[in-house]
């Protein structure tokens, strides 16, 4: 998927968001208003990148392992596990 750049938020936009401004357009919700397909892919094309920071990228994935976590484990379950038996 392409990323349309002006459907972006502008970075002004996100110094101002919280946590929950941040989490809501990246997750997997087509029905939540501030789903963002754009922002989902920006970050999904952003992991290699990302990537070759090396030790500074795992120490923060240890570090914050629970969030991540929980939030991918989630976002796997509801998207390509649970569809399976519903």
Same mark, same amino acid.
């Given at each position: 998927? @392409?990323?349309?750049?002006? #459907? *972006? &938020? +502008?970075? =002004?936009? *996100?110094? %101002?968001? %919280?946590? =929950?401004? +941040?989490?809501?357009? *990246?997750? !997997? @919700?087509?029905?939540?208003?501030? /789903?963002?397909?754009?922002?989902?892919? +920006?970050? !999904? @094309? %952003? +992991?290699?990148?990302?990537?070759?920071? =090396?030790? $500074? /990228?795992?120490?923060?994935?240890?570090? /914050?392992?629970?969030?991540?976590?929980? $939030?991918?484990?989630?976002?796997?379950?509801?998207? /390509?596990? #649970? &569809?399976?038996?519903?």
């Amino acid at each position: 998927m @392409d990323i349309t750049i002006a #459907e *972006l &938020p +502008f970075v =002004g936009t *996100l110094n %101002s968001w %919280s946590s =929950g401004d +941040f989490v809501a357009p *990246l997750n !997997h @919700d087509a029905s939540c208003p501030q /789903y963002n397909p754009q922002c989902r892919q +920006f970050i !999904h @094309d %952003s +992991f290699q990148v990302v990537a070759a920071m =090396g030790t $500074r /990228y795992t120490a923060a994935l240890k570090k /914050y392992r629970g969030i991540v976590g929980c $939030r991918v484990r989630d976002n796997l379950l509801r998207k /390509y596990i #649970e &569809p399976l038996f519903c």
